[in-house]
């Protein structure tokens, strides 16, 4: 069934989040100080998808129609703070637009609504909305990587399709210590996840998963982290958003 819970959140997450080091994943204090960067291994975008009788065919209609009556499309997504949740709200804030947010619990409930028609539009993982596209249940509109996908190269991405340079929201996986790890174990970690990433069994399944390899060594992961939570702390304050 789906939630249709109102989504008037706030910034900062409540105390009971910031406390602890495994608290709101968009936040900078659960990661500063707390960890040693390794390596980055892959990241993997996600793709905005329609179900068809929201009847728009890319997202400089669907633009134009948020802006005409703000508010009138709604947009499922895992959960509040969540990936899919951030993506679309940072879509929105650079589109100046308004949309109005059902958030699920998990993904696999929000997609199945949207397929069902009760949800319009979706910001979802490549691997889990691609089957549903080419089975034509969703509309692909756009993916969220700064370049088109090879998993999809037919599928612009949300930047050249509804105009909005830069625009990039990434999923990534990577290599992470505790802080009081030796430095040599860093560097080990480092050099045998890139080692990994370059068998082409790993590659094959990083393809697979809608990934890019992308195996920066751990001063570059540190400052790619740095730049996320900065990135992302930004949009969650500016849309209100909040995870209780």
């Not at 809608?210 to 949009?235: D, N, Y």
Request: glycine fraction near 8%; hydrophobic fraction near 50%; charge should be positive.
């Amino acid at each position: 069934m789906r939630r249709r819970t109102a989504t008037r959140w706030a910034w900062p997450p409540p105390a009971r989040w910031r406390s602890t080091r495994r608290s709101c994943p968009c936040c900078p204090t659960t990661w500063r100080g707390t960890s040693r960067r390794s390596r980055l291994v892959f990241t993997t975008p996600l793709i905005a998808v329609a179900h068809p009788s929201l009847g728009i065919a890319d997202l400089t209609a669907l633009v134009a129609r948020a802006k005409a009556a703000p508010g009138s499309i709604d947009y499922a997504s895992g959960g509040p703070g969540s990936s899919l949740h951030l993506a679309a709200e940072a879509f929105a804030q650079q589109a100046g637009i308004r949309l109005t947010h059902i958030p699920y619990r998990g993904s696999a409930p929000a997609m199945a609504d949207l397929i069902a028609g009760n949800v319009k539009l979706m910001f979802d993982s490549l691997a889990s909305a691609l089957p549903h596209i080419r089975a034509g249940r969703v509309r692909a509109l756009g993916v969220t990587a700064a370049a088109r996908m090879p998993q999809a190269p037919e599928v612009p991405t949300v930047a050249e399709a509804a105009g909005l340079p830069g625009f990039e929201a990434l999923g990534w996986a990577g290599l992470i210590a505790p802080a009081n790890t030796p430095p040599a174990i860093v560097a080990r970690l480092a050099e045998e996840a890139l080692a990994l990433v370059r068998s082409p069994a790993l590659a094959a399944r990083i393809e697979e998963l809608g990934g890019t390899a992308a195996p920066l060594p751990p001063a570059e992961f540190a400052a790619f982290i740095a730049s996320e939570l900065t990135k992302w702390s930004a949009v969650a304050k500016a849309g209100n958003v909040r995870l209780d």
